[in-house]
């Protein structure tokens, strides 16, 4: 699914018009293409216009809203040079749906907030 979506996800099968659409605006929004670049217009109302086909103004807002903050977590993370976890950290998630909020404090103090 990873390399559907770096690939042409525009042309790919795995993918509805409607999750294209909602791709497409991500896009719009991490590569600031709404801003256009020399010789290029910009291009979020076209873009904007395909989600408007399948999408409620919420949900447009929501789209916008999660890709938004991911592309804040993903400066922030950069910034402060935040490795990803490794696997076996990640594994200790998919154990449950639910996450209890003394293991979440120690898990943060101990990784990123250098509390001990």
């Given at each position: ?73 993903n400066r922030f993370t950069d910034s402060f040079e935040i490795d990803i976890e490794d696997n076996p950290v ?27």
């Open positions: 699914m990873i390399a559907a979506v770096s690939g042409d996800y525009q042309n790919s099968e795995h993918f509805s018009a409607s999750e294209k659409a909602a791709m497409k605006w991500a896009e719009v929004m991490t590569e600031k293409q709404y801003q256009g670049s020399p010789g290029k217009s910009p291009e979020h109302r076209a873009a904007l216009e395909q989600l408007k086909k399948y999408y409620n103004n919420e949900q447009i807002v929501e789209i916008a809203f999660t890709s938004g903050f991911f592309n804040f977590w990640m594994a200790l998630f998919e154990k449950s749906t639910t996450i209890n909020p003394d293991d979440y404090v120690a898990y943060m103090r101990d990784c990123w907030w250098n509390l001990k």
